[in-house]
């Protein structure tokens, strides 16, 4: 008796020093064991057996029991038992119940007791696998600190104390070097779960490291006083960082950068020396692109909305200076502010726009049939294409000075029947290709469009629903090393991808393919609706 009780002392003192080294539930120690006792059984009794083990958690004893099914007609032995056979055990037994038959306690054998503690080993490791994710998909987008494990290939595994994490060679700042046993300080961006266990990748170039680093050192972004809008990186160089304030006796930027500069250096250091530029957010996009370029001076901005490019134009002494070595400035403010950055002196500003003038000119003179100081007065207006002319209210044009009510009346006939012309001819050319009179009535389309999607042979509605984006906008691949673009059917129309879509779509509406309302997806009032239901159906 005395061995027996040691026995069940041990089973538990094993129990509880597992799942304290392992920082896993107690519980789930013993279902391991009693999984593993259960194994071991069934390697005597027959791997058919229904054999169950249960531990009392409190004073460790041990029942075995297997269990079997109450039949009229035994076809096997091991997990079946006849009525009268289980009314011995339990006279109230019926027909398709379940009865356990204790089974007396036994000496494992070697082989039995090396399978018994790889089960155990296993579902130890799962468990510790399963706690280790759930502690850490939680802590995507935190900062953590760890040492140095080992170095493979140059990729760094840190130990975090209760888990282990990757830091992988491209997400190392440049020239930095890591040794085993160094403390280090990493961005958690993806925790996945993984056969091997649960993957937890760090970073320290992430932009999002410098944001959280900062929230470290300023006690306003912490306290949510002062925002970081966006961040954009360029590691171990450079970086910019735009912020705001929620409360306008607080500057910023001058809370960031701390006494003497105190905050921004202790993010400097802990970044091997990235010079960090710290800039003041603006709702107004043409300020925040502005700032966004110091310490470059701006002379003038041109947003073009549609397609999210901005044109900026600096002083010819300040160009370098505005794109910085190998194109560095201008790259961190596109990404910093989510525009595309043409930057231009103000020579070349100067001279584009004397020759948009003097095109302009020249299409007006042609067009309209003018002479040039007439065709001058227009593009000097701001007029750019015929068909402003064409449509604009007549009496915006009889103000101009010099014209009256008739010139403006006769420039708008000339504009509209020349419209008309290039309309007869553009109508001519899709004939000729053999593009379908359907094709017109797509809403979107253009007959310069006709003309062009002729010419890439896509001549019925079919065709044009059939394409992808791709077949109208092009597209760039790589071919022997290199970076080539491939036109598509609408190359030049400065077509974004996403009126391109629209045009595929109001096609395949047009074939029949898909209907206006699916299309248009559903009512705002339908998806209140289902919000409504799913909130109900939570609660």
């Known amino acids: 008796m005395a061995v027996v009780s040691a026995n069940r002392l041990e089973l538990l003192q094993i129990a509880d020093a597992v799942a304290r080294e392992k920082t896993i539930d107690r519980g789930i120690v013993i279902a391991a064991m009693e999984d593993a006792i259960a194994k071991a059984a ?16 409190r004073t460790g ?7 079997l099914l109450v039949v009229e007609q035994v076809d096997n032995p091991a997990v ?13 037994a019926q027909i398709g119940d379940s009865i356990a038959d204790t089974l007396p306690p036994f000496d494992f054998g070697r082989i039995a007791a090396q399978s018994a503690k790889q089960v155990i080993v296993q579902k130890v490791r799962e468990a510790e696998r399963d706690r280790q994710y759930d502690e850490f998909k939680d802590r995507i987008g935190e900062i953590v600190n760890g040492a140095v494990k080992r170095v493979e290939y140059g990729n760094v595994v840190v130990d975090l104390g209760r888990g ?22 990493a961005y958690v961006y993806d925790v996945r779960r993984e056969q091997r266990g649960p993957q937890i990748f760090l ?15 300023v006690p306003e972004i912490y306290d949510g006083i002062v925002e970081i809008k966006s961040v954009a990186r360029d590691p171990g160089s450079r970086a910019k960082i735009a ?36 800039i ?18 701006v002379v003038k901005v041109v947003l073009d909305e549609d397609r999210e490019r901005i044109e900026v134009v600096v002083p010819d002494a300040q160009l370098s200076l505005a794109i910085g070595r190998r194109g560095q400035n201008v790259r961190l403010a596109s990404q910093l502010t989510g525009w595309d950055i043409d930057i231009m002196t103000e020579a070349e500003e100067s001279e584009r726009r004397q020759k948009d003038f003097a095109e302009r000119t020249t299409m007006f003179a042609e067009a309209l049939d003018l002479d040039e100081m007439m065709g001058q007065l227009l593009a000097s207006e701001g007029f750019a294409s015929v068909e402003e002319i ?10 101009i000075e010099g014209f009256d009510e008739d010139t403006a009346q006769e420039l708008q006939n000339r504009a509209l029947a020349h419209l008309a012309q290039v309309e007869a001819a553009f109508d001519a050319r899709r004939r000729e290709l053999g593009v379908e009179d359907a094709l017109r009535d797509v809403p979107g389309v253009t007959s310069p469009m006709l003309v062009a999607f002729g010419e890439n042979d896509i001549k019925t509605v079919e065709d044009l629903a059939g394409c992808a984006t791709d077949d109208l906008t092009g597209w760039t691949e790589r071919k022997d090393g290199e970076t080539v673009r491939v036109a598509g059917a609408l190359e030049g129309f400065e077509l974004s991808r996403e009126d391109a879509e629209q045009l595929i779509m109001q096609a395949r509406v047009k074939a029949g393919w898909i209907t206006a309302e699916e299309l248009a997806g559903p009512a705002e009032d339908e998806i209140d609706a289902e919000a409504d239901e799913a909130g109900e159906a939570e609660a």
């Open 80 to 92: 079946e038992i006849d009525l009268i056979g289980a009314r011995r055990l339990n006279p109230a």
């Open 390 to 399: 064409a449509y604009v209210p007549l009496n915006e044009l009889a103000s």
């Open 243 to 278: 912020v705001t304030s929620r409360d306008s006796s607080v500057d910023p930027v001058g809370a960031c950068v701390g006494m003497r500069g105190s905050r921004v250096q202790a993010v400097v250091n802990e970044l091997q020396g990235e010079k960090i530029d710290i």
């Open 164 to 185: 282990e994490a990757s830091l992988r060679r491209d997400e190392l700042l440049p020239r930095e070097v890591f040794k085993t046993g160094d403390r280090i300080r």
């Open 42 to 57: 069934r390697s005597r009794y027959g791997a058919e057996t229904d054999i169950h083990a249960e531990i009392n958690p």
């Open 203 to 217: 970073s320290r170039t992430h932009p999002q490291f410098m944001a959280k680093l900062f929230a470290q050192e």
């Open 61 to 67: 004893e041990l029942r075995l029991a297997r269990h």
């Open 280 to 297: 003041p957010w603006s709702p107004d996009v043409a300020t925040f692109i502005v700032n966004a370029l110091a310490p470059a001076e």
